[in-house]
């Protein structure tokens, strides 16, 4: 560097300036001229001659009043001595002078782009400057339109016995920021000449971008495929969406001259060459993008600002157009899509100071692997200021924030070195412990907050509210360890909801924390520190967040396990409960009903309960064995279909439904059971009690039936079995399963690099309807054929009487046509509120199913004297065929999508064949106790499926 010339900007500044002297970098507004003074330091006269020694001189008067007359002679000789000196002392510095003078009148001006920095540069005089001394040791300065954009051209003094070296102060980094703008797009060959027709498949040529006031920008390029009709195509590169790249500046072509663009001279090997500040993109025209988009494409780039996450605006009619049969340009080299075409212009001045940490990375301690939460290399996170770090924990962890200072070369006063972490905040439950390494004064302040800790082991439930604890969790205390270059700290939540009080007042607490976006921030631990060196300061705002989670499953007309195949994120100690009586838990609680009685009596009752209950146990045990008895079940099955909607009243009454959380990692669980559903249940009992009432008005259960079926033969079934219905309408009944969770959640560090370090509320649900909306409709295929002949008719009317005089109820002959169709829908919904859509999807199928079906079945029955012979003859036959159209929506990385699928069922075609003879015995009071001596016969079925087949679009992506 030149060590004894400094470089200033002229104070005052204009108001479109701006001096960062911590980092000797000057900003302006625009292109146009500034002032800078060259300041001489003290070193400049480091080895200027020094003034001879302070010399008491005398008067004459005073010389001769001298009583010792060796004194004044000492006293002269001393004098000459003096008045020598000094004129050596003039002389010396005289000459002195002279040299300075001679040394600043070599005083040359580096005046040059600084690129990707300074270090390893050749610095040498610019010849657009004079070499000497300014005026007033000032100088104007024109920064050229050019380099607008946020480049830095680097400004030095130095002299022939004084080199420069390229750093501040005593040279300036300048820049100029201005309005970004892209002024023209061109399409051209590797030769930098214009294409004007169609491009063939497999060419490579040149996109040219020209920008104002863009220099050293980095940017993202996307190359998209214009359509008419349909979304446009986004072109893949290299199996990415964008070219990264960097706005430089290129030697102007003769094809560039007077069109739109900013262009300028810069020296090139001490020469002036015309450039232009462009961004110049090698493309191939990859075939595989005809697979995506087609074999006709009209192509146009999109740009998007690195810096400021925004699209730019680009010129109008920049299209190319590809076709097969068009013109194919040539490369000597293998072609391929290069993404990256970066890192030639630093555009952050933080980059260039050699006081700085590039790195700061989150560990948890002995576990392998870390986050790094800031990046310096990273254009985006240089400007981070406030760097947010959330923690989301119950039980104690240790983490470690390591910071990678390189502090020894600071050249503020005081230095930085040993004064980098200042901690400013810590929770209440924690101290704070200095290592020796830390120099800072840390005046720490502890929140004021305090939370209620309590400490249990027990399982309790109450008033429908159950608690459960596998293992005790004790309060704990936290350490906060600051060192040069680490902040240690513990990481836990001391959670308020006290697990050894009644469970209704446990649930109340865990309550508090049921809405988790509205966390009140006394629920959050906060410790905050500053980082600092010159090239970057950071406030480190640190946050412990809870790691309870809570979980929703509701049912309704299906099966638990049905719910439970869609709950991916709660917990299954809360097993489901549907809304119904079960006799066996009544009995069990019964026998346990004294056994927390300690009196005389209330032992008695109990030992008496516990052997009752041990003999009925054997005996159970005993008959479950011997006669191969099955237990029964409890849960009501799930209705498919049905013709009333009071039986869909009914299936209402039965939800089923859970809420549950968990915290300390699932170590402790409360849940809100079906008992506390069954009250509100019963609040609402009257509601729904009249909505039965006026469905059953409606479906006609409170009219005199002028027929009552009973099991004995008779006039009036024989009537009824005559009465065929041509078209019958049945309800497919809903079917519906819910599981939703949400709890804090750790952003992904690797899917979103700005968010490292960072929580936000997860939130993870799935529904699942099937069918949300059916019905079904038959025909009666008979019935409506033979009333179209009045001699069929009657042979078919005289069938069914003969089959209800002579044979069982069951015996028909049936032929019947049905149509079906239901609509099913399927959500899944997987959201983060900071980092956006995880995934969704929302599936809806709509589907239609025919079916032909033959029957054939006659049975007789013959009862005597404690026997009965059952006779059983049947044949069958059908058809069935369905088609489905299913849309798919949803979002993932790529943007929102929508895709659909058809689907052929195929064709199903089934028979089965029954003959059965069998010879019962049993006692004559009740034939439903007899005992088979014999059976002869069987039945056989089978089908089979042709002709199904799958069809599904890929995703086209409408929004991206």
Not at 4 to 24: C, E, I, R, S, Y
Not at 61 to 73: A, G, N, Q, S, T
Not at 368 to 377: E, K, M, R, V, Y
Request: aromatic fraction near 10%; proline fraction near 4%; glycine fraction near 6%.
């Amino acid at each position: 560097m030149s060590k004894n010339l400094h470089l200033v900007p002229v104070l005052p500044l204009t108001k479109d300036q701006k001096f960062d002297k911590a980092m000797g970098c000057l900003t302006l507004s625009k292109a146009g001229v500034f002032v800078v003074e060259i300041i001489p330091t003290a070193g400049l006269h480091e080895n200027a001659p020094k003034k001879p020694g302070a010399f008491k001189k005398l008067t004459q008067e005073e010389v001769l009043k001298m009583p010792d007359i060796d004194d004044r002679k000492r006293y002269v000789a001393e004098h000459e001595k003096v008045v020598e000196k000094e004129k050596q002392y003039v002389e010396d510095k005289k000459a002195f002078n002279e040299k300075i003078l001679e040394e600043l009148k070599t005083i040359s001006w580096s005046w040059e782009v600084v690129g990707n920095g300074m270090k390893g540069k050749t610095i040498a005089h610019n010849s657009d400057f004079t070499i000497g001394i300014p005026k007033d040791y000032k100088n104007d300065i024109s920064f050229p339109e050019i380099l607008v954009g946020g480049g830095f051209a680097w400004l030095e003094v130095f002299t022939k016995n004084d080199p420069a070296t390229g750093k501040t102060p005593h040279g300036l980094y300048v820049r100029a920021t201005g309005i970004p703008q892209i002024v023209r797009i061109a399409w051209t060959d590797l030769d930098c000449k214009p294409i004007t027709g169609k491009v063939k498949f497999g060419s490579k040529i040149l996109l040219n971008i020209y920008t104002t006031h863009m220099y050293g920008q980095d940017l993202e390029v996307g190359l998209w495929d214009k359509d008419t009709a349909d979304p446009n195509d986004l072109l893949p590169i290299s199996n990415k969406d964008n070219f990264g790249c960097e706005v430089l500046v290129h030697k102007l072509l003769e094809n560039e001259v007077n069109k739109t663009g900013i262009s300028g001279g810069i020296k090139v090997k001490g020469k002036t060459e015309s450039h232009v500040q462009k961004v110049r993109i090698p493309v191939l025209i990859d075939a595989k993008w005809m697979a995506k988009a087609g074999s006709s494409l009209k192509i146009f780039p999109t740009v998007k600002s690195k810096e400021t996450g925004k699209f730019l605006k680009i010129p109008e009619n920049c299209f190319l157009e590809v076709e097969i049969k068009g013109e194919k340009h040539e490369t000597v080299t293998e072609p391929t899509n290069n993404p990256v075409l970066v890192g030639k212009v630093e555009t952050n001045i933080a980059s260039f100071s050699p006081c700085r940490y590039d790195k700061i990375e989150l560990k948890k301690q002995d576990k392998a692997g870390s986050t790094i939460l800031f990046d310096s290399s990273k254009d985006e996170q240089r400007a981070i200021k406030d760097l947010g770090i959330e923690i989301v924990t119950g039980k104690k962890e240790t983490y470690l924030l390591d910071f990678d200072f390189q502090t020894l070369e600071c050249e503020r006063k005081p230095k930085h070195n040993t004064q980098e972490i200042i901690i400013l905040t810590i929770p209440k439950d924690y101290e704070l412990k200095i290592d020796p390494s830390s120099k800072a004064e840390h005046k720490v302040k502890k929140e004021e907050k305090e939370l209620v800790k309590t400490e249990s082991s027990n399982k309790t439930s109450t008033m429908g509210a159950k608690t459960t604890q596998k293992e005790s969790v004790a309060s704990e205390k936290g350490i906060v360890t600051v060192r040069q270059k680490q902040i240690e700290f513990d990481a836990f939540y001391n959670y308020d909801i006290p697990q050894d009080a009644n469970a209704l007042t446990t649930f109340y607490k865990a309550m508090k924390y049921f809405w988790l976006p509205n966390l009140s921030a006394d629920k959050i631990n906060t410790l905050t520190a500053v980082a600092k060196s010159c090239a970057f300061q950071q406030n480190i705002n640190i946050a412990i967040y809870p790691d309870i989670k809570w979980t929703l499953k509701f049912g309704f007309n299906v099966k638990k396990e049905d719910i439970e195949k869609l709950n991916r994120k709660g917990g299954d100690f809360a097993p489901l409960k549907t809304f119904e009586d079960n006799a066996k838990e009544k009995d069990e609680a019964n026998f346990r009903a004294n056994e927390n009685d300690t009196t005389e009596k209330g032992k008695k009752i109990n030992e008496a309960n516990l052997r009752r209950k041990e003999t009925l146990d054997n005996a159970e045990k005993y008959f479950t064995q011997k006669y191969d008895l099955k237990p029964k079940t409890t849960e009501v099955a799930p209705v498919d279909k049905g013709t009333s909607f009071k039986q869909l009243l009914e299936i209402m009454k039965r939800m089923t439904v859970s809420l549950e959380e968990e915290h300390y990692g699932g170590d402790i669980k409360n849940e809100l059971t079906e008992n506390f559903v069954k009250q509100i249940y019963e609040q609402l009992r009257p509601v729904i009690l009249l909505a039965g009432k006026a469905i059953g008005i409606i479906e006609g259960d409170y009219d005199q039936k002028g027929y009552t079926p009973t099991q004995e033969k008779s006039i009036d079934g024989l009537m009824d079995k005559l009465k065929r219905k041509t078209v019958e309408y049945e309800i497919l009944y809903p079917k519906l399963s819910f599981a939703g969770s949400w709890y804090y959640e750790q952003i992904d560090a690797k899917k979103y690099p700005a968010l490292a370090g960072r929580q936000g509320l997860g939130i993870d649900l799935m529904l699942k309807a099937g069918p949300l909306l059916g019905v079904s409709i038959k025909w009666d295929i008979l019935e409506l054929l033979c009333r179209r002949h009045p001699i069929a008719y009657a042979v078919l009317k005289a069938i069914d009487a003969l089959l209800y005089i002579l044979a069982d109820d069951s015996s028909a002959i049936t032929c019947e046509f049905s149509v079906s169709g239901q609509i099913d829908t399927t959500v899944d919904f997987q959201y983060n509120r900071l980092a956006g859509f995880k995934e969704i999807n929302a599936k809806g199928k709509t589907s239609i199913k025919t079916a032909l079906e033959f029957k054939i079945n006659i049975a007789n029955t013959y009862k005597t004297l404690g026997y009965e012979a059952i006779l059983q003859l049947g044949f069958g036959a059908g058809a069935e065929a369905g088609i489905g159209v299913t849309d798919f929506y949803g979002i993932d990385n790529k943007g929102f999508f929508a895709k659909k699928e058809l689907e052929f069922e195929g064709i199903k075609l089934s028979f089965s064949a029954t003959g059965i003879a069998q010879f019962k015995k049993g006692d004559s009071v009740n034939l439903k106790n007899s005992k088979p001596l014999f059976e002869i016969g069987g039945s056989i079925e089978g089908e089979v499926t042709f002709l199904n087949y799958k069809f599904e679009t890929d995703k086209i992506y409408l929004i991206s």
